[in-house]
Every structure is written in structure tokens, then in C-alpha cells.
């Protein structure tokens, strides 16, 4: 096999009248994996090293100019590091059959740390798969580990997993409220149903976060008060808005066209191989990818593509835009709302010079 085939090519192509170009190239049997048009006078072609020649014979034969951008393949670096990989992969499937370490699935450190240390201690670690015995290793972690609930505990890839809720104590709730119900929004009082205690709004009151609803007394005949649980719901129209911004004359980064790709290769968390270098771009955006090498390990490689980017200034007309910056808004706003509770809706527009600011407003009812 030869390894030009095993590689691609990114080449960046000058010149006009590119659909001639292009049907050449598909006639000698070139097939183009990927292409971009950064402009009108240049196009981005992706090819695979078997076409490599024809490509570039047809390119001087019509006087392109031209240049490789990119080569990702099988070269002596990727070879070396194709029969490392190839090496650690041989290694694992020797050993698969040994626990190599323990995976805790919590942000709780001091729990997940003592669950470590239990399993550890019961020498799971390089111990044979069929000497383990999960139910056991769960109830053990049930005994010696305080403040540990549901516990399981799975195989994946060389590693023990464990996946565990801490217990909680039990929320005490208080039997009266002596205190008093208080909004808990800002809002007009639509409903308010009285259990006990007093009332101190009606429905269409306009009331403020913190202002007492339902008082703990009830008042007598003769105008005396006494001391009674507040209890009841009240209910309140409250209003949730949005706001999205729009700038006539902005300045945003465009991708030129130009990118560096740099790749990871780790197992685990541990780096077999890193190519990462530094960043040329005085302004860039970077996009990572993961790609999964097998099912079973935990190998994979990360690409990192470094687009450079410049600061390009735009215009853009405010009533083109106007009903999908409304929409943007309105869909903000029912991100975290359902919409068969929404009672009323209505947008405002407010501009400061080239700036506007489109603001949409629901109308739901909560309950305190």
C-alpha cells in the first residue's frame, strides 16, 4: 500500500472560471471530499492523495495558481504514531482482562475520595475481572462509607465506574407558620384564598417581592387581634422578558480562510501524542473535535482547528431584521417557560443612536 493514499491534501486555489476547473477534474475521476469558496476568486479543495498528481497537472495545465495548505496522512510521523497507537491497543487487549483503576462519577470530592480509598483497600485494582465481585464491593460501600445511598458500581473499558447519591437528612418543616405568607415576586394579585389568618391584599393589588400577603392574626368582633397561623394561596400575574441587542454598524471576526489543525492522541487522560504548537493568528477561533478510536478503549484523538479571523465592520438594516429579532427574544423568554401558561404577551422597541434593544414581555400566574 502506499501511504500518498493514505493521505489528503488541502489546496488553495487562485483564479476564475472555476465550474470549467471543476467538471475537468471530475472527468479524470478526481473526486473532491470537501471544498469551500472563501470569495470569488478562490476556492478550497480537499482531495486524497491518490489524486494528487492528476490535480496538480490540470491545475498548471490551466495556469492556476495554487498552493497545499494542509497535508494530513501517513507520513513518517503519523506512521510512528499509527504503530504506537498500534502497540498500546496490543498492549490493552493483553491485559483486558485486569481492572487497571477506579472511576468515582461525583463532584463530591470527600465522599468520592473514601470511596476510593474502600476500594482500594479491597485490592480491586489489578485484580482479574472474574475475581470482582460487584454486589459484594456495593454493600461494602454501603457500610463503610457514611452519607452513601444508591451505589452501583459497572465495568467500562479498564476501569471500575462508580455512580452513587449521597444521603440527604430529612427537611424539617415547620407545623404554623407565625410569621406570615410574603410575595415572592413582583406582581398584581389575581387570586388569593384565605385558610387562616388576614388578608392584607385583594385581588388587582399591585405588590413587590418581600410585602406581606396574609398576616398571622384574625381580628375579633370587638377589632382585638390574636395569634393565628397564616395560611392560604395567593396567586399573582407576574411578567418575564427578554431582551435582545442589535447594532446597526458593529464589527465582527470573519474567518479568512486560513487554518492550522493540531491533533492529540490520548488514552485516557493520559497524552500519547501531542503536535500542538503555538498559534501564528493574531486573531483566531478554535474548534475542537473528538474522534473515538474504539468501543472499548478510552483512546481517542482530539483535532483542533485554529480558524484566523479578522475584524470585518458591517451594516445592517434594523426593519430587515426586526421580526426575527423579535422572535429571538420571544423564544428567550419561553426557554424556560411553557407556553400554555403564558396569559398575555407584548414587545417594545427602545433605540440609543445605531443601537436598538427589542424587548419581549409574558404575562404567567405563579403562586406564592
Given at each position: 500500500m502506499q501511504f500518498a493514499k493514505l493521505c489528503f491534501y488541502?489546496?488553495?486555489?487562485?483564479?476564475?472560471?472555476?465550474?470549467?476547473?471543476?467538471?475537468?477534474?471530475?472527468?479524470?475521476?478526481?473526486?473532491?471530499?470537501?471544498?469551500?469558496?472563501?470569495?470569488?476568486?478562490?476556492?478550497c479543495l480537499v482531495i486524497n492523495g491518490k489524486y494528487a498528481d492528476t490535480t496538480f497537472a490540470i491545475l498548471?495545465?490551466?495556469?492556476?495558481?495554487?498552493?497545499?495548505?494542509?497535508?494530513i496522512g501517513l507520513n513518517s510521523h503519523f506512521l510512528?504514531?499509527?504503530?504506537?497507537?498500534?502497540?498500546?491497543?496490543?498492549?490493552?487487549?493483553?491485559?483486558s482482562c485486569f481492572c487497571f483503576g477506579v472511576a468515582v462519577?461525583?463532584?463530591?470530592?470527600?465522599?468520592?475520595?473514601?470511596?476510593?480509598?474502600?476500594?482500594?483497600?479491597?485490592?480491586?485494582?489489578?485484580?482479574?475481572?472474574?475475581?470482582?465481585?460487584?454486589?459484594?464491593?456495593?454493600?461494602?460501600l454501603r457500610e463503610k462509607v457514611d452519607g452513601v445511598g444508591l451505589i452501583n458500581l459497572s465495568k467500562k473499558g479498564a476501569y471500575i465506574v462508580v455512580n452513587f447519591t449521597a444521603t440527604t437528612p430529612p427537611l424539617e418543616i415547620p407545623s404554623t407558620n407565625t410569621s406570615g405568607v410574603f410575595a415572592n415576586a413582583n406582581g398584581v394579585v389575581s387570586r388569593i384564598f384565605v385558610h387562616s389568618g388576614t388578608a392584607l391584599v385583594v385581588a388587582g393589588d399591585t405588590v413587590s417581592l418581600g410585602d406581606m400577603l396574609i398576616a398571622p392574626?384574625?381580628?375579633?368582633?370587638?377589632?382585638?387581634?390574636?395569634?393565628?397561623?397564616?395560611?392560604?394561596?395567593?396567586?399573582?400575574?407576574?411578567?418575564?422578558?427578554?431582551?435582545?441587542?442589535?447594532?446597526?454598524?458593529?464589527?465582527?471576526?470573519?474567518?479568512?480562510?486560513?487554518?492550522?489543525t493540531f491533533q492529540k492522541v490520548c488514552f485516557g487522560t493520559t497524552v500519547l501524542s501531542d503536535n500542538s504548537g503555538e498559534i501564528s493568528y493574531e486573531n483566531y477561533e478554535i474548534v475542537r473535535k473528538i474522534v473515538n478510536l474504539s468501543n472499548i478503549?478510552?483512546?481517542?484523538?482530539?483535532?483542533?482547528?485554529?480558524?484566523?479571523?479578522?475584524?470585518?465592520?458591517?451594516?445592517?438594516?434594523?426593519?430587515?431584521?426586526?421580526?426575527?429579532?423579535?422572535?429571538?427574544?420571544?423564544?428567550?423568554?419561553?426557554?424556560?417557560?411553557?407556553?400554555?401558561?403564558?396569559?398575555?404577551?407584548?414587545?417594545?422597541?427602545?433605540?440609543?443612536?445605531?443601537?436598538?434593544?427589542?424587548?419581549?414581555?409574558?404575562m404567567r400566574e405563579v403562586r406564592v
Open positions: 488541502e489546496i488553495r486555489v487562485i483564479g476564475v472560471n472555476f465550474p470549467t476547473l471543476l467538471n475537468k477534474l471530475n472527468s479524470q475521476g478526481v473526486k473532491i471530499t470537501k471544498m469551500r469558496h472563501p470569495d470569488d476568486t478562490t476556492i498548471q495545465k490551466f495556469c492556476y495558481n495554487y498552493t497545499v495548505t494542509h497535508k510512528g504514531l499509527f504503530l504506537g497507537v498500534l502497540g498500546v491497543i496490543i498492549a490493552y487487549l493483553v491485559l462519577m461525583s463532584d463530591d470530592e470527600v465522599l468520592a475520595g473514601k470511596i476510593e480509598s474502600v476500594l482500594y483497600d479491597e485490592g480491586v485494582v489489578g485484580a482479574t475481572w472474574g475475581k470482582i465481585d460487584f454486589d459484594r464491593l456495593e454493600n461494602v392574626y384574625v381580628v375579633d368582633e370587638e377589632g382585638n387581634t390574636h395569634p393565628a397561623e397564616a395560611r392560604g394561596e395567593v396567586y399573582l400575574e407576574v411578567w418575564d422578558s427578554a431582551t435582545v441587542e442589535f447594532r446597526e454598524n458593529d464589527t465582527v471576526l470573519s474567518r479568512t480562510g486560513n487554518v492550522t478503549l478510552p483512546l481517542f484523538i482530539e483535532y483542533s482547528y485554529i480558524y484566523e479571523t479578522k475584524p470585518v465592520s458591517i451594516t445592517r438594516d434594523f426593519e430587515a431584521e426586526k421580526e426575527a429579532l423579535i422572535y429571538e427574544a420571544r423564544e428567550r423568554v419561553l426557554s424556560n417557560i411553557r407556553e400554555d401558561e403564558v396569559l398575555a404577551e407584548r414587545h417594545t422597541i427602545n433605540q440609543i443612536q445605531d443601537t436598538y434593544f427589542v424587548t419581549y414581555y409574558v
